[in-house]
């Protein structure tokens, strides 16, 4: 069974910096894609930013600029780094490994920013 752990929210004031990590066990890390997602309270889940098993990332528009993704396919990682946050990135945000119709989900970070 695939675990995935996250790490790295907290609470941060508008301007700053968070890095978010996710570790997956598991030998079939390199072939699936993994993301990010995020909920928001009253909000619906949507996808932040994916990459590929080729490397091919993808961002939603409001975080494009701002928010980076990145793996490490030999250490199981997959990295957010989160730059310029504001406030209405505050969230729960979730990391996610997808081949298919096969979905992996994290239990979830906290991310809030506020000043």
């Known amino acids: 069974q695939v675990q995935l752990v996250e790490s790295g929210g907290g609470l941060v004031q508008p301007g700053g910096s968070l890095r978010l990590s996710c570790a997956a066990s598991?030998?079939?890390?390199?072939?699936?894609?993994m993301g990010w997602y995020r909920q928001a309270p009253g909000k619906q889940r949507e996808l932040v930013a994916s990459?590929?098993?080729?490397?091919?990332?993808n961002y939603v528009h409001s975080v494009k600029g701002r928010f980076t993704i990145s793996r490490d396919n030999a250490k199981n990682l997959v990295i957010l780094q989160m730059n310029s946050l504001k406030p209405e990135d505050t969230a729960l945000y979730y990391c996610n490994m997808n081949l298919r119709i096969i979905n992996y989900w994290g239990q979830g970070t906290q991310v809030t920013v506020s000043s």
């Open positions: 598991g030998s079939l890390f390199p072939i699936y894609t």
């Open positions: 990459i590929s098993a080729n490397g091919t990332t």
